[in-house]
């Protein structure tokens, strides 16, 4: 890739004046874009929970499932143990990512 981007330098750097200030504006403006796309993926870091679910609790828990009528989410279950980023519910083998659960609601 910093070949790439070598390559295309050059091409842009043999201009006049005016060419070069306005490719570096180009170039901010990109940059500035990928730093704020790459600060979204960066890992989440595991001093805490990145869930609120506690031991106890009642979850949904989203199914693979991609069938038009069939339900998203199974559930309530209990959450028997929780990691950082995972949960264990009640009459599941799997510990499941905190991304597919969402708590169920403690009154209609």
């Known amino acids: 890739m910093s070949v790439d981007i070598k ?3 050059g091409r842009f750097s043999e201009g006049t004046g005016w060419q070069t200030q ?3 504006k180009r170039l901010g403006k990109i940059l500035n874009a990928l730093r704020g ?3 979204w993926n960066r890992p989440l ?8 679910v506690q ?5 949904y828990v989203k ?10 989410w199974s559930g309530p279950h209990q ?4 990691t950082y980023t995972a949960v264990k519910v009640a009459g599941m ?9 969402k708590k169920a609601p403690t009154q209609w």
């Open 63 to 72: 199914n693979w499932s991609t069938d038009p009528l069939r339900e998203s």
């Open 93 to 101: 083998d799997s510990w499941i990512h905190y991304t597919r659960i």
């Open 79 to 82: 959450v028997i143990l929780t």
């Open 45 to 52: 870091s595991l001093e805490n929970p990145v869930h609120d």
């Open 7 to 9: 390559r295309r330098m």
């Open 22 to 24: 306005q490719h570096e």
């Open 55 to 59: 031991p106890g609790d009642q979850v």
């Open 37 to 39: 796309a790459l600060q």
